[in-house]
C-alpha cells in the first residue's frame, strides 16, 4: 500500500497484489479474487466492488487498486467537511488449464476487469468513525448484459484508529 500526498490536490493511494500458483492445483487451492458485491453492501477498500464470490478462476493474477482522496478540498462547510474518494480497480488474470475444473462456475480473467466508482466520505463524522456513501460501476469485457447489473451502491464506513 503505498500513498502520494499533494499540497493542492489530495492524495492518491495505490496498491499492487499478484500471484502465481504452480502445478496441478485443485480450484480450491487457485485464485478468487475478492469481490464483495451485493446490490447494497458496506463499501471495503482494495475489494472488486461489483465481481460476484467466486465468479472467476486464476492461476495467475494481477490487480491494481488506485484511490484518489481529495480530503476535505473540494467541499467545506464550517466543521461539516465530507472527502470524495475515486476509485478505479483493475485485474487481469490467467487459467492454463480451465477444463480440469469441472462442475465449477467460473470465468477467466484474460480479457482484464474493471470498475471504477465513487465514495463520499464523512458525511456524517462521529470523530471515532464516519459514515458516507459511494457508488461503484463495473466496465469493460465482463460487464453484465443488465446495465443496473453492473452498478453495486455502497455504504462507506471508515474507524479513526
Known amino acids: 500500500l503505498h500513498t ?16 502465481i500458483a504452480t502445478g496441478a492445483a485443485p480450484a480450491s487451492e487457485l485464485f478468487a479474487t ?3 458485491y451485493a446490490m447494497f453492501t458496506i463499501y471495503a477498500p482494495y475489494t472488486f466492488g461489483t465481481m460476484r464470490a467466486n465468479e472467476f478462476l486464476s492461476d ?4 491494481l487498486f488506485l484511490t484518489w482522496d481529495f480530503k476535505d478540498l473540494l467541499v467545506s462547510f464550517g466543521k461539516w467537511k465530507p472527502q470524495l474518494l475515486l476509485v478505479t480497480n483493475l485485474l487481469y488474470g490467467t487459467l492454463k488449464h480451465p477444463e ?9 480473467l484474460d480479457k482484464g476487469y474493471y470498475e471504477s466508482g465513487f465514495v463520499i466520505r ?7 468513525y464516519d459514515l458516507g456513501v459511494g457508488v461503484m460501476y463495473r466496465y ?3 460487464h453484465l448484459p443488465k446495465v ?12 479513526a484508529f
Do not use: P
Open 4 to 19: 502520494i500526498n499533494t499540497n493542492y490536490a489530495g492524495s492518491l493511494t495505490w496498491m499492487l497484489s499478484g500471484g
Open 34 to 36: 475478492n469481490g464483495t
Open 60 to 63: 495467475r493474477f494481477a490487480s
Open 100 to 108: 480440469e475444473h469441472v462442475n465449477y462456475d467460473f470465468k477467466t
Open 122 to 128: 464523512k458525511l456524517l463524522n462521529m470523530q471515532v
Open 140 to 142: 469493460g469485457s465482463y
Open 148 to 159: 443496473g447489473d453492473n452498478f453495486a451502491c455502497k455504504i462507506s464506513l471508515f474507524y
